[in-house]
């Protein structure tokens, strides 16, 4: 689903220095809002993230055809989290 987060989220690239170690950055939420089918062979994303607040991070998308038409709008919520602390708590709920 290429709507969803195909690459890595802004603060991965803050570094393990900065995060203070491995992360995971679990889906939240995922909106996607259909608005035409496209036409021609080439789809073109736009993805922006403005916040970055307690560990959750937003990433809004929009996905255009080759002729310019409009053809889904996304909003994609996940948390930050330490591979670690998200492991235990993944763990405990087994």
Same mark, same amino acid.
């Given at each position: 689903?290429?709507?969803?987060?195909?690459?890595?989220?802004?603060?991965?690239? =803050?570094?393990?220095? +900065?995060?203070?170690?491995?992360? +995971?950055?679990?889906?939240?939420? =995922?909106?996607?809002?259909?608005?035409? #089918?496209?036409?021609?062979?080439? +789809? +073109?994303?736009?993805?922006r993230s403005r916040f970055i607040?307690?560990?959750?991070?937003?990433?809004?998308?929009?996905?255009?055809?080759e002729d310019g038409n409009l053809?889904?709008?996304?909003?994609?919520?996940?948390? =930050?989290?330490?591979?670690?602390?998200? =492991?235990?708590?993944?763990?405990?709920? #087994?």
């Open positions: 689903m290429f709507s969803d987060l195909y690459f890595l989220p802004p603060a991965y690239y =803050l570094g393990e220095e +900065v995060l203070g170690g491995p992360c +995971v950055y679990p889906t939240f939420t =995922l909106e996607i809002q259909f608005k035409n #089918l496209p036409k021609g062979q080439w +789809v +073109v994303g736009s993805f607040k307690n560990g959750r991070n937003e990433i809004d998308g929009e996905l255009w055809d053809l889904c709008i996304t909003r994609h919520m996940s948390l =930050l989290a330490p591979k670690k602390s998200y =492991l235990r708590y993944k763990l405990h709920k #087994l």
